[in-house]
């Protein structure tokens, strides 16, 4: 949990994480255009970007609005309590996206997330062993 201050006031800014599918009939261009809106609307807001990842186009375990597969973005940001409802609402209203998923990142699941980032995780046993040497 980070903390901003604004001259007197304390703002606590908590983690958390959004998983959006969007909708395979965009355009490179579309989808990009919607990726910078809700970036810019996280830094707007007061929030600051931790993360970003792009899964590209994949398959849905099940369809969704007779669509099989969706475009897969993580957003992995810091902002307060009340953005996140705001965000939410956002992604209510827009059509381009199917489904979303926001979570509050506990203190765990940020060390793992930088974990991950970093490449703690994928290593095979003869590269830990090199590291090790």
């Given amino acids: ?16 994480e959004s ?3 969007f909708t395979p009939v965009l355009s490179d261009e579309q989808l990009k255009d919607a990726l910078a809106k809700y970036r810019n609307m996280i830094i707007e807001n007061g929030g600051e970007m931790v993360h970003e990842e792009n899964w590209g186009l994949t398959k849905l375990a099940y369809p969704i609005n007779k669509k099989t597969t ?3 973005h993580i957003y992995e940001y810091k902002a307060n309590n009340s953005f996140v409802s705001k965000f939410e609402l956002a992604f209510r209203r827009d059509e381009r996206i199917m489904r979303f998923l926001s979570t509050s990142l506990d203190k765990h699941a940020v060390i793992y997330n930088q974990r991950k980032r970093n490449g703690e995780f994928n290593q095979s046993k003869k590269d830990k062993q090199q590291e090790g040497k």
């Fill in 19 to 21: 998983v959006i599918i």
């Fill in 1 to 16: 949990m980070a903390t901003k201050k604004n001259t007197n006031e304390e703002v606590v800014l908590n983690d958390y």
């Fill in 70 to 72: 969706g475009f897969y």
